[in-house]
């Protein structure tokens, strides 16, 4: 058996494993360990892969595997093949990763990983699987009618889990999350910040203190993959906002829905609500910073960074760069159109709009902190570049936050 498992991991090139009372055979025998697991044993337990039915799982390090519990000798075992990717996942992607779990340091060693993984379907996963359990067993194996026996007993729960939902919202009074919040996403794709965008978005998940909407009554993976079909929608309209041309964006919404239907598991669609924001951010970025020379663009993040200085000038811009001032001054308004000190009143105005919306600042914390010598000449640039004052400003956003 140990010779033909061999043979049929070398024409697939589809690792194969048997798990039994903590002892592991693995086929091939020096099987690529995962860089974020000490050993291979240790890395199928962590991803929940000896459970009591047929499991094809997709785990967080983008990797899917198939396993398979059967008796022998009165005794439990497992067949496990993998792990393979249905899709190679992008640098970024595998950045975003590392940052979260603060194993940036394993990048070049995980992508090594990932790059000598098999890439193949779900179902040439289950074909090969079929034909293994026969080869281990003797019997032939149906794993496509277990597959959906096991999901029908999950859509079992999922309904149980369904009428509790809708009870507990009845006796709790728990509504959706405040639409200020949420808009505080899509500034930031606006923005193209994409240092703050999946921190903010991570923070705003996590609240306690609302429940999302349940947008399928059949299926939680499909409720979920509605929330973010609905993402998509709202961050395309964010990055046009923000100077995407409105084809790119949604022609990058259109491959995102499509990615988002190929989705077989809760966690890759939750992660990839993540990679929707980013993506999105992203491209606004990118546009913010093709759209002027190198000087301009260092220029522009440069006040961004330092809207906060006391000493935010023209002068010390120009020094910063290694500019003559009045050639800064002269080329920012050709490229841009305006002077450097209305763009720096804008920024500063966004950045006031920011605090007294979603961080509840007043309006004298707002002069404090941006610098402006007294309120009434903040308000009268506030009027000047929103056609309003502060107080209207929050008092529209209150009662129409979209």
Same mark, same amino acid.
């Given at each position: ?150 999901? &029908?007993?999950?859509?079992?729960? =999922?309904?149980?889990? $369904? ?5 507990? #919202?009845? @006796?709790? !009074? /728990? ?114 910073? &093709?759209?002027?020379?190198?000087? =301009?663009?260092?220029? $522009? ?5 330092? #809207?906060? @200085?006391? !000493? /935010? ?90």
């Amino acid at each position: 058996m140990e010779k033909i498992l061999c043979s049929l991991v070398d024409v697939t090139k589809i690792p194969v494993c048997i798990y039994q009372d903590s002892t592991i055979s693995t086929y091939p025998s020096n099987i690529t360990i995962n860089p974020m697991s000490d050993s291979f044993q240790e890395h199928i337990i962590n991803c929940g892969l000896l459970g009591q039915e047929i499991q094809l799982m997709n785990t967080n390090y983008f990797e899917s595997f198939l396993s398979i519990p059967f008796v022998q000798h009165n005794q439990r075992h497992w067949l496990i093949l993998g792990p393979i990717i249905y899709n190679p996942p992008t640098k970024e992607g595998i950045s975003r990763l590392l940052s979260s779990l603060n194993r940036s340091y394993l990048k070049e060693e995980f992508e090594d990983y990932l790059m000598n993984l098999a890439v193949e379907s779900s179902n040439q996963l289950i074909e090969i699987g079929k034909i293994a359990y026969y080869l281990v067993q003797g019997v032939e194996l149906n794993i496509r009618k277990e597959l959906r026996l096991v999901h &029908q007993q999950e859509e079992v729960e =999922i309904e149980k889990q $369904q009428s509790c939902y809708i009870t507990n #919202i009845r @006796e709790n !009074n /728990l509504y959706h999350h405040d639409p200020l919040l949420e808009r505080r996403i899509y500034q930031l794709i606006e923005e193209g910040n994409v240092k703050e965008i999946i921190p903010y978005h991570q923070a705003f998940r996590n609240r306690d203190d609302f429940e999302y909407g349940l947008l399928s009554r059949t299926s939680e993976l499909r409720s979920q993959k509605n929330t973010a079909i609905a993402t998509i929608t709202l961050a395309t309209r964010a990055a046009i906002r923000g100077g995407v041309h409105p084809e790119d964006a949604y022609s990058l919404g259109d491959v995102m829905i499509q990615d988002l239907e190929d989705l077989t598991s809760l966690s890759k669609v939750i992660w990839f609500r993540e990679k929707i924001l980013y993506d999105f951010t992203e491209l606004v970025r990118r546009y913010k910073k &093709q759209r002027y020379t190198r000087k =301009i663009t260092q220029c $522009q993040e440069y006040i961004y960074k330092e #809207i906060y @200085e006391p !000493n /935010l000038s023209v002068s010390s811009i120009a020094q910063k760069l290694g500019l003559n001032p009045k050639y800064l001054s002269n080329l920012f308004k050709k490229e841009v159109g305006i002077s450097i000190s209305e763009y720096t009143q804008k920024i500063k105005v966004k950045e006031a709009k920011n605090m007294m919306l979603y961080f509840n600042r007043s309006v004298t914390e707002v002069c404090h902190s941006l610098h402006f010598s007294d309120q009434s000449y903040f308000i009268k640039v506030f009027k000047k570049h929103t056609k309003m004052t502060p107080r209207e400003y929050i008092k529209k956003n209150q009662m129409d936050p979209y």
